[in-house]
C-alpha cells in the first residue's frame, strides 16, 4: 500500500448496547482493529474501548453526538465495549472491521 492510501471500512460484526445514565458493556463481535460508533440516540453518548470485560463508560470519555458516527483504530486488541448517555436511553452500535475510511 502506498503512503497515504486509505482503505475503506470492512465491516466484520456488530454488537449493540442499550445505552442510558448508567454504564452498559457488551463484547464485540467479528475481527479487526478499526470500530465504527454509531450513536442513534437523543442525547451524546460516551464510549470506551478495552481488552477487559466489564469495562466502566464516564461522561469524561470520547463523546459521540446524537445521530452521528466515529470511526477509531481501537487497535488489534480491543474485545469490549462500554457507554454511558449523557441523558436517556437509547442504543449504540460498535461494529468491529478493518480499514480507516468510512
Known amino acids: 500500500m502506498a503512503t497515504g492510501s486509505t482503505q475503506p471500512f470492512r465491516p466484520a460484526g456488530t454488537s449493540t448496547i442499550a445505552a442510558s445514565t448508567n454504564s452498559a458493556s457488551a463484547a464485540l463481535v467479528g475481527g479487526g ?49 462500554a457507554v454511558v448517555l449523557a441523558t436517556g436511553t437509547g442504543m449504540v452500535y460498535f461494529t468491529l472491521g478493518d480499514g480507516d475510511t468510512y
Open 33 to 81: 482493529s478499526a470500530v465504527l460508533v454509531y450513536n442513534s440516540a437523543a442525547a451524546t453518548a460516551y464510549f470506551r474501548l478495552g481488552a477487559a470485560t466489564g469495562l466502566t463508560a464516564l461522561p469524561s470519555d470520547t463523546p459521540v453526538p446524537p445521530g452521528a458516527q466515529m470511526l477509531v483504530d481501537g487497535g488489534p486488541f480491543v474485545s469490549s465495549a
